[in-house]
């Protein structure tokens, strides 16, 4: 990725992010407290909307806030993966081209994560905890596991960006959670635009340095798609559902994330980064329609 073109963006995104930059621990005007009785989370976006499966607004509004929690932790605990698989390999020969902006990147990472676990903490009594990943990305050689961490940070970035950028924009619920949602996407469009540029150019080197036949190519876009499902899963959180004080909590849960409702939801949440997976030819099919999220 050193081509003038490359290059032309890199120092286009480096200026863009000196020119926004913010203090985090200024940039927040916090209110005394979010009441209980509003809408955390626009209802079009909680996790059993569209299923008929929960229809009480008290306990909706209950699952509002404790997803709203779950939406922030996730947050925190992806940004936390994704610092340290970048501070892995800032300042190292293979990403030198990348080191300015990879520093803004990081701080502005960093700056997410405070005030998405601020919001918890002052409001919701924390975060929840980080949930076990039985998708591993290891074993696959550095020039595989470069794609592996940066396809992961792109998912992660796609997905939330999705609610962001439309919970940013959302007079039903409290304007201190529509201006967080509205700041990480601001600050989002530049990460998912370098990062699809920096994956192809990844994925094209590892092929190259590993001389990869078919098999590992499938191997890493089965690692992937496996990776996209376990995302999708983790906005089911079996602590929010609880906490929401709804009847039988892990039942629904379950029912939600296999209702047909809910895949053809997962499926538009995934689309623009299902399309480019396919389209710079990472993925032979697209991860689509009919993934079984609840396994």
Same mark, same amino acid.
């Given at each position: 990725m050193n081509d003038a073109g490359s290059g032309a963006m890199l120092a286009r995104l480096s200026e863009k992010s000196r020119h926004d930059h913010y203090n985090p621990y200024t940039r927040f005007s916090w209110p005394d407290?979010?009441?209980?009785d509003s809408w955390w989370m626009t209802p079009e976006y909680l996790t059993t909307h569209g299923t008929g499966l929960v229809e009480d607004e008290r306990i909706l509004k209950a699952l509002a806030r404790r997803e709203t929690v779950n939406f922030f932790s996730l947050h925190v605990h992806g940004i936390r993966e994704l610092m340290i698989g970048v501070s892995k390999r800032i300042h190292t020969p293979d990403f030198a081209d990348y080191n300015e902006y990879l520093h803004h990147f990081l701080g502005e990472e960093n700056a997410h994560m405070w005030f998405f676990a601020e919001f918890c903490y002052r409001y919701a009594g924390g975060i929840y905890p980080e949930a076990y990943s039985p998708v591993r990305g290891e074993g696959f050689g550095p020039a595989w596991e470069d794609v592996v961490v940066f396809a992961r940070i792109l998912i992660f970035e796609e997905i939330f960006d999705y609610f962001n950028s439309r919970l940013g924009k959302s007079a039903e619920i409290p304007a201190i959670l529509r201006e967080i949602h509205a700041v990480h996407h601001h600050d989002e469009s530049r990460h998912v635009a370098?990062?699809?540029?920096?994956?192809?150019?990844?994925?094209?080197?590892?092929?190259?340095?590993?001389?990869?036949?078919?098999?590992?190519?499938?191997?890493?876009?089965?690692?992937?798609?496996?990776? /996209? *499902?376990?995302? %999708? !899963?983790?906005?089911?959180?079996?602590?929010?559902?609880?906490?929401?004080?709804?009847?039988?909590?892990?039942?629904?849960?379950?029912?939600? /994330? *296999?209702?047909? %409702? !809910?895949?053809?939801?997962?499926s538009k949440v995934m689309a623009r980064v299902d399309r480019f997976f396919v389209a710079a030819g990472i993925f032979q099919t697209a991860w689509g329609v009919g993934n079984d999220v609840s396994k």
């Open positions: 407290e979010v009441p209980e370098f990062g699809k540029q920096l994956l192809k150019h990844l994925y094209a080197r590892a092929c190259e340095q590993d001389q990869a036949g078919p098999e590992r190519r499938l191997e890493i876009e089965n690692y992937i798609k496996s990776y /996209m *499902t376990y995302s %999708v !899963r983790s906005l089911y959180s079996p602590h929010a559902y609880r906490d929401s004080g709804m009847p039988k909590a892990l039942e629904t849960r379950r029912a939600a /994330m *296999t209702h047909p %409702v !809910r895949e053809a939801f997962h």
